[in-house]
């Protein structure tokens, strides 16, 4: 019976919430600190960006600011590059490491990078896999459909793996936003290690993600053979 699986749940999920939750009181505290550092070049978010999309032949690419924070991202569709309020109009290290970051997003979508294609071509399917999958799940479970329970696992998995397809777009964002503001010389040495700490944590972001997307797979999958297995 489902309701007596909460412990399963809880042994498979805890060890991954952890991981989580360590993971954004990381980049969070990382951001807060070099948001404080000011960065030699007085450069803002912004600007950094701008230059880093020059350099890279993209000035078809706009920057636009955005609300909220930790909502930076670019936009493939629109090719808009969007920084939140901490980014985009202050002059810090974290402020060029994650602004780089998301322009490093619109140097793989501009050289065709595998893993963003592929991650983009998710994105519809996971918007509605995320939330009916779950929801299929346990409607097959509870109704002994073995279909309709591995179609809703069929639809989570995907969410999974998107999880997992997001890890070296992120880290492949990361490291060529190191290396255009290292060639570039806007940002010099210890600056470096700063912005390396910033998008360090924030890469552990996205491996916390997956991981959880994982755990949650793995206890539908244990629900679901558990119960054939008791049934057969
Ligand atoms: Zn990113």
Redesign the pocket.
Known sequence: MYFGNYGLYILISIPALILGLYAQAKVQGAFRKYSQVQISNGLTGAQVARKVLDANNLQNVRIEPIRGSFS???DPRKRILRLSQPVYGRSSIAAAGVAA??A??AIQHKKHYGPLALRSLMVPSVQIGSWLGPIVFMIGFFMASDQLALIGLALFAGTALFAIV?IP??LD??KRAKQVLHSTGLVHGSELQGVDKVLDA?ALT?VAGAVQALSTLLYYGMLFFGGRRRRS
């Open positions: 930076d991202h670019y970051h998301e490093g997003h997001t777009v992120e964002a990361s924030a996205y």
